[in-house]
């Protein structure tokens, strides 16, 4: 049975950090490009970063450039989302998600249960 | 401001078709697939339809996708009240790099 299972979140001042990590089971990891989404309290979905399979390439949403960065370790099936300098507006549901087909493909075939994180003093 | 646009509402009884839009333009939807997802209240997203009108396995043909230059469409005929949700429609974004989402649409069932 594919899992992804996010861990990680909580309450941050703003100016803080957080590591929020991935867990996948059941499916080839190593095969799979994978995203984080986030998703602010009402509102709708936004892309915040992917990884290549293998890790060769990352990219970011410009809200979050030079502050996060995205990661993986396919030896342990894990994914992980560094966030720096944490504001208000990075206040989300964090999702990570994979795709099979990579650069030009938003199938999103399983997502993780989604981890809270809230940016607030 | 999402770069795909959708209606942030639509509405039907039970047993009508609603069609969902989903706007964008020649750096995504006119380049690219479109993808569909499905989000029940409190609940990750669910892929509910792929390449543009493919649909996985255990969505009922009651949803339906096309794309027509540089926007697409979703189609729920027959509806029930489980099918009150958000909907989203994604697409890869050719300039940007990255996947773009519309900005969801809340489908009631009246």
């Known amino acids: 049975e594919v899992q992804l299972v996010e861990s990680g979140g909580g309450l941050v001042q703003p100016g803080g950090s957080l590591r929020l990590s991935c867990a996948a089971s059941?499916?080839?990891?190593?095969?799979?490009?994978m995203y984080w989404v986030r998703q602010a309290p009402g509102k709708g979905l936004v892309w915040v970063s992917h990884?290549?399979?293998?890790?060769?390439?990352?990219n970011y949403a410009d809200s979050v450039k030079g502050r996060f960065t995205i990661s993986r370790d396919n030896a342990k099936n894990t994914l992980d989302l560094q966030m720096n300098s944490l504001r208000g507006e990075d206040t989300a549901m964090y999702y990570c998600?994979?795709?099979?087909w990579g650069s030009g493909s938003t199938k999103f075939d399983y997502w993780g249960q989604g981890i809270l994180v809230t940016v607030s003093s | 401001q999402s770069v795909l646009t959708q209606p942030p509402s639509a509405s039907g009884t039970p047993g009508q078709r609603v069609t969902i839009s989903c706007s964008g333009s020649?750096?995504?939807?006119?380049?690219?697939?479109v993808n569909w997802y499905q989000q029940l209240p409190g609940t990750a997203p669910r892929l509910l339809i792929y390449?543009?009108?493919q649909r996985p396995s255990g969505v009922p043909d009651r949803f339906s996708g096309s794309k027509s230059g540089t926007s697409a469409s979703l189609a729920i005929s027959g509806l029930q009240s489980e099918d009150e949700a958000d909907y989203y429609c994604?697409?890869?974004?050719?300039?940007?790099?990255?996947?773009?989402f519309g900005g969801g649409t809340k489908l009631t069932v009246l």
């Open positions: 059941g499916f080839t990891f190593s095969a799979y490009w």
């Open positions: 998600a994979r795709d099979l």
């Open positions: 390449t543009n009108n």
């Open positions: 990884i290549r399979s293998d890790g060769s390439s990352t």
């Open positions: 994604a697409a890869w974004d050719d300039s940007l790099n990255g996947p773009v």
């Open positions: 020649s750096s995504n939807i006119r380049s690219n697939p």
